[in-house]
């Protein structure tokens, strides 16, 4: 498909009972986006669902865009569902170039069942080296969790920076439910994973500590409070 690449205004309006279900494919109000704009819409009570795992850059589902180039998403919120394996996020599924999300919320549910999941409430996942993320006055108070998977990656804000990513993360509440599953190699935290090569800057950014479990099912130690303003997280090892 050819990426939109205009600028979508919603006008506050409300697109409710998007419903999407199917394999290999990329998923969202928008699949592809390059260079655009999405602003001042809600995607509400909508169901996108990948009945297969595969080609990351493929096997993409988001609420609102499932792979975006150079793009920016504002005032956007949704209570949408994401189910199965691939790569999810509640704004983007997969980011590429410079990507800007401000004043977002995502409050829907994000279900992987199998697969390598990387699973995030704004970003599942930044592409390949030379994307910068960043995400300001935004909040999740939804739903993440990877049931039956190994080397799966879910996080309330991203679910994981890939190698040469630059995250940048300002003012930023994390409030939801995250739960890995009962399996080595399943990770759950504000941000999935960090390879090494990533840098990510934090400024005012608050996570709470409810519900957060690592796969053994204890809690992750890297939430519950403020994360020190001007934090250069450190890369996962």
């Given at each position: 498909?050819?990426?939109?690449?205009?600028?979508?205004?919603?006008?506050?309006?409300?697109?409710?009972?998007?419903?999407?279900?199917?394999?290999?494919?990329?998923?969202?109000?928008?699949?592809?986006?390059?260079?655009?704009?999405?602003?001042?819409?809600?995607?509400?009570?909508?169901?996108?669902?990948?009945?297969?795992?595969?080609?990351?850059?493929?096997?993409?589902?988001?609420?609102?865009?499932?792979?975006?180039?150079?793009?920016?998403?504002?005032?956007?919120?949704?209570?949408?569902?994401?189910?199965?394996?691939?790569?999810?996020?509640?704004?983007?599924?997969?980011?590429?170039?410079?990507?800007?999300?401000?004043?977002?919320?995502?409050?829907?549910?994000?279900?992987?069942?199998?697969?390598?999941v990387?699973a995030?409430?704004?970003?599942?996942m930044?592409?390949?080296s030379?994307?910068?993320?960043?995400?300001?006055?935004?909040?999740?108070?939804?739903?993440?969790?990877?049931?039956?998977?190994?080397?799966?990656?879910?996080?309330?804000?991203?679910?994981i920076?890939?190698?040469?990513?630059?995250?940048?993360?300002?003012?930023?509440?994390?409030?939801?439910?995250?739960?890995?599953?009962?399996?080595?190699?399943?990770?759950?935290?504000?941000?999935?994973?960090?390879?090494?090569?990533?840098?990510?800057?934090?400024?005012?950014?608050?996570?709470?500590?409810?519900?957060?479990?690592?796969?053994?099912?204890?809690?992750?130690?890297?939430?519950?409070g403020?994360?020190?303003?001007?934090?250069?997280?450190s890369?996962?090892?």
């Amino acid at each position: 498909a050819v990426p939109f690449a205009g600028t979508f205004d919603g006008q506050g309006y409300t697109i409710t009972g998007l419903f999407q279900v199917g394999a290999a494919r990329r998923m969202g109000l928008f699949d592809t986006t390059s260079g655009a704009t999405v602003q001042n819409v809600k995607v509400q009570k909508s169901y996108f669902r990948l009945n297969e795992a595969g080609d990351v850059n493929l096997c993409v589902n988001s609420a609102v865009i499932g792979y975006g180039i150079n793009t920016t998403v504002k005032n956007v919120s949704s209570n949408a569902f994401l189910a199965n394996g691939g790569v999810m996020g509640g704004m983007i599924g997969q980011a590429q170039g410079t990507t800007n999300i401000e004043n977002c919320w995502f409050s829907g549910e994000m279900n992987g069942a199998w697969g390598n999941v990387r699973a995030g409430g704004m970003v599942g996942m930044g592409n390949a080296s030379g994307t910068t993320i960043n995400i300001t006055n935004c909040l999740f108070t939804g739903r993440g969790s990877a049931t039956f998977n190994t080397n799966a990656y879910v996080g309330g804000i991203i679910g994981i920076g890939n190698y040469s990513n630059t995250l940048n993360i300002k003012n930023t509440l994390v409030a939801g439910n995250l739960n890995g599953a009962a399996f080595k190699g399943t990770n759950v935290s504000a941000i999935g994973w960090l390879p090494g090569g990533g840098k990510t800057t934090v400024e005012n950014v608050y996570v709470t500590n409810e519900a957060y479990k690592n796969s053994d099912g204890t809690s992750v130690a890297t939430v519950g409070g403020k994360i020190k303003t001007g934090t250069v997280v450190s890369v996962a090892q």
